[in-house]
């Protein structure tokens, strides 16, 4: 880690013993009394108490305040640069392949654009994050693939745009965004190779646009979602290889326009879409071969209205008894 902290250094002055030359040449030989008493006075107690006071305490330098305007950071010394500003009033870009550390952004708390943190191939973690609370757009953190966790933005609470994690392929957990509750646009968690809990979520109760949960292979349940209880336009759910169920959706009523649910090759019940009653628009369900098509009909037979379009195939056949009123 750089640190652009002043560290104080204490000058050390060592005074080396006098000699005290006391010849003593008083004739006898006295064998010699060559008492030359140099009196070197190893006591070099030459004080070492360097005492660097190094000082990390870093609160004392946020005093930059707003840094005005756009800014891309490329390079290690670039994020050395910004240390003690508190709030960027544009958008903040980290794609920098040889930083490994975001420290010294420790007084950063809030962004006014996008943040995005791109294709940063040596990054591990945003511990340097953990002040930032609020961003007036997005949040994109996308084509990381060292990043193991998003515990550096633990203070982060709103989004006013959209959210994208995407292609992260060794981020294991989303508990980093625990304080996070609401998200003006789109979520979306797609390609996050070793991702199997959204449990870190568990605080999220607001969703003005889209859900998008795709392609992430070892995704087993979206717990973590239960606090949402309505999308505004599209439900998203595809190509997620483990995911066996739905249960933490099981607080959706409502989807403004689209349900898309598809290719999830493990998937073997709808349960989780209990409280569903409304579908406006695209009713799209197939290409899950271990899900029944009863479940399919069961929620279709539980909207009270028909959407404008419903596509269901190509899941597991099997027999309806009764068929559901629904079932196409």
Do not use: K
Not at 77 to 102: H, K, N, W
Not at 305 to 317: A, F
């Amino acid at each position: 880690m750089r640190s652009l902290f002043l560290i104080a250094l204490a000058t050390l002055l060592v005074f080396g013993g006098c000699s005290n030359g006391s010849s003593n040449s008083d004739g006898g030989t006295d064998g010699g009394d060559t008492d030359t008493d140099t009196d070197t006075d190893t006591d070099t107690d030459s004080d070492t108490d360097t005492d660097t006071d190094t000082d990390t305490d870093t609160d004392a330098d946020c005093n930059l305040g707003v840094y005005s305007g756009d800014l891309i950071i490329t390079t290690q010394a670039q994020v050395a640069a910004l240390a003690g500003y508190t709030s960027i009033s544009g958008e903040l870009r980290i794609e920098c392949p040889s930083c490994i550390d975001l420290s010294e952004l420790v007084c950063l708390t809030s962004v006014g654009g996008n943040l995005m943190i791109v294709e940063n191939a040596a990054l591990t973690n945003l511990d340097g994050l953990g002040a930032l609370n609020s961003l007036g757009w997005s949040l994109g953190i996308i084509g990381n693939p060292a990043l193991v966790n998003l515990d550096g933005l633990s203070a982060l609470s709103s989004v006013g745009g959209v959210v994208t994690i995407g292609v992260n392929n060794a981020l294991a957990s989303l508990d980093g965004l625990s304080a996070l509750t609401s998200v003006v646009g789109w979520l979306s968690i797609t390609w996050n190779d070793v991702l199997t809990n959204l449990d870190g979520l568990s605080a999220f109760t607001s969703l003005g646009e889209g859900l998008e949960i795709s392609f992430n292979d070892a995704l087993t349940n979206l717990d973590g979602l239960s606090g949402i209880t309505s999308v505004g336009q599209t439900l998203h759910i595809e190509g997620n290889a483990a995911l066996t169920n739905l249960d933490g959706l099981s607080n959706i009523n409502s989807v403004g326009w689209d349900l898309e649910i598809r290719f999830n090759d493990a998937l073997t019940d709808l349960d989780g879409l209990v409280a569903l009653t409304s579908v406006s628009e695209d009713f799209h369900i197939y290409g899950n071969d271990v899900l029944p098509d009863c479940e399919v009909c069961d929620v279709l037979d539980q909207l009270t209205s028909t959407p404008t379009s419903i596509h269901v195939e190509s899941n597991l056949d099997d027999s309806c008894t009764p068929v559901p009123a629904g079932c196409p």
